[in-house]
């Protein structure tokens, strides 16, 4: 049974800092590209950034380029994400997603599994 389980999220001040985590389990966890999703009150779901299964190469959303790092440690079957100068438009339930895939994934449809989320609030 594959488990996502998200930490990390909080409340924070507009320009602070909150790190996310995502610890998988029951899944070859080298064989998955990783990406992290966010989801605002009467929204769609939308991609913040996604990592390929090496880490090598990666992806941002426009709106968190320069602020956000993805970054994964496959021995830990760990993905994070590091966001820094926040914006209350980064308020949302932010998920973590896993892609059976060797590539770089960048779209919600390609993810395989998801987890529950962790809500980031960030007050103006």
């Known amino acids: 049974q594959v488990q996502l389980v998200e930490s990390g999220g909080g409340l924070v001040q507009a320009g602070g800092s909150l790190r996310l985590s995502c610890a998988a389990s029951?899944?070859?966890?080298?064989?998955?590209?990783m990406g992290w999703f966010r989801q605002a009150p009467g929204k769609e779901r939308d991609v913040v950034a996604t990592?390929?299964?090496?880490?090598?190469?990666?992806y941002y959303a426009d709106s968190v380029k320069g602020r956000f790092t993805i970054s994964r440690d496959n021995a830990k079957k760990m993905v994070s994400l590091q966001m820094n100068s926040l914006k209350p438009e980064d308020t949302a339930v932010y998920y973590c997603?896993?892609?059976?895939?060797?590539?770089?994934?960048?779209?919600?449809?390609?993810?395989?599994?998801w987890g529950q989320g962790t809500q980031v609030t960030v007050s103006s």
């Open positions: 997603a896993a892609d059976a895939s060797w590539g770089l994934s960048t779209r919600k449809d390609e993810f395989d599994y």
């Open positions: 029951g899944l070859n966890f080298r064989n998955y590209a």
């Open positions: 990592i390929m299964w090496s880490g090598r190469n990666t």
